[in-house]
Structure formats: C-alpha cells, structure tokens
C-alpha cells in the first residue's frame, strides 16, 4: 500500500508569507504527526493529531499551526515565516496513538521549506 | 524530562570493521526505544525496536536499563550502511522524541 505522502515536496517561501503543507497518511492510520528536522536542532516534534482533535504540541510558536481531516489527511501551516522556518518538514503516520506501546510510526519523504 | 542523547555526530569506519553506534536515555518508566535509519535521498525508516528484540539488516541492540543506554551494533559494516541514523523514545506524553543523530560513514 502507498505509503505517507507529503506534499508539496520543495517549495521557497519569502520571509513574511504563509505556507501550507500537505500529508496524507497511510490508509488505515489515524494518528498524524509533523517534525521539523534542521541541521542544528535535528527532528523536533511540532504536533500530533489523532481522530481530527490535537493530542500533542512541541514548543513552536503560535505561528506553526495544523489540523487533520476526517479522512486522516493533514496540512500544518507557518504564518509570518521567518528565515529560520527554513527545513524539512516531516510528516509520519501510525495506527495507534504515538506511545502505545508497539505502535509503529512510518514517515513521508518530507516538504523542504526555503525561506528567502 | 525524557532524554535521548546521542554523543558522536560521526562515526567513520571501514568496510568490515565492527560499528557500535551510542545511545543513552533518560527516563523514569520503562522505556520503548527505536532505533531510525535514514539513507541519503530518502524517508527517515524504522530499523529496529527493542521490544521485537530483533535484527535487521545485521543491526542489533540491547536495552542495558543499568546503564540506561540502547547502543546499535553491527559486527561487519558494509558500505551501504553508511547513514544518518537517530535514536528515539516515546516520551511519558507520549511524544517521540529523537536523539541528535549520528552520521555513520563506511570506508571501502
């Protein structure tokens, strides 16, 4: 089965404008979560959706937003980007929650963000 | 708060040589740690989990709960091995929390 797709794949944004990105999950799964993987930070988790409702946020500003569908897919949006939004944005689905013991989370290729 | 830390950046070796990539974690409960792989131009992939108690591709790991570490080994490293490869655990909110990674280069 296909796995997780994330969408766009590149993309380059100026500082000030809003992005959204695009994931959608493995059939099947329900549980959705993003990270933000940069060469200083490494993978930073930013949320987690389960059943369309946020079950976890990472410590992003409010600038960094999300929400799933009730067909599991989900966007995250960055408001107001700046240059350090600049990253690979991951995108990974499960079954379960993450933290169910287990649980087996399986990640997309990513959206590579350029703020300019 | 849980910890997954990975002490080496890099790692180089030779084909052939034996490879030990470190983990060390902090945490309060009983832990559920993974080991991920991610190869050049691709999808960050699960390799293996402690509690399948598994070997993949000739990687193996063991949860030391004394020393609180969960190091990746493999006897003989093969040049396809080289990648970044991360360290993670389920933290108590349920987060998945990852190490800082390791870049793992094989030597011909």
């Known amino acids: 089965k296909a796995g997780v797709t994330q969408t766009p794949r590149y993309l380059i944004k100026t500082r000030g404008q809003q992005v959204t990105l695009s994931c959608s999950p493995i059939s099947g799964h329900r549980s959705v979560s993003w990270y933000q993987q940069t060469p200083g930070q490494g993978l930073q988790f930013l949320f987690e959706y389960f059943s369309e409702t946020q079950r976890n946020k990472g410590n992003f500003p409010g600038r960094f937003s999300g929400r799933q569908f009730s067909n599991s897919r989900s966007e995250m949006n960055v408001s107001t980007l700046e240059l350090g939004d600049s990253a690979l944005y991951l995108c990974?689905?499960?079954?379960?929650?993450?933290?169910?013991?287990?649980?087996?989370?399986?990640f997309g290729e990513g959206s590579w963000l350029t703020v300019v | 708060a849980q910890r997954v830390t990975q002490p080496e950046k890099l790692l180089s070796v030779f084909k052939g040589a034996p490879v030990e990539l470190k983990c060390n974690y902090s945490y309060s409960g009983s832990p559920e740690l993974f080991w991920y792989v991610q190869y050049s131009r691709q999808r960050l992939q699960l390799l293996l989990r402690?509690?399948s108690r598994e070997s993949i591709k000739g990687f193996t790991a063991d949860l030391n709960k004394g020393e609180t570490s969960f190091h990746l080994k493999k006897p003989f490293a093969q040049e396809e091995d080289s990648a970044m490869y991360y360290c993670?655990?389920?933290?108590?909110?349920?987060?998945?929390?990852f190490g800082q990674g390791t870049e793992l280069s094989v030597k011909p």
């Open positions: 402690h509690i």
């Open positions: 993670a655990t389920y933290n108590q909110g349920g987060k998945l929390i």
């Open positions: 990974a689905s499960s079954l379960a929650n993450p933290g169910t013991a287990g649980n087996t989370i399986y």
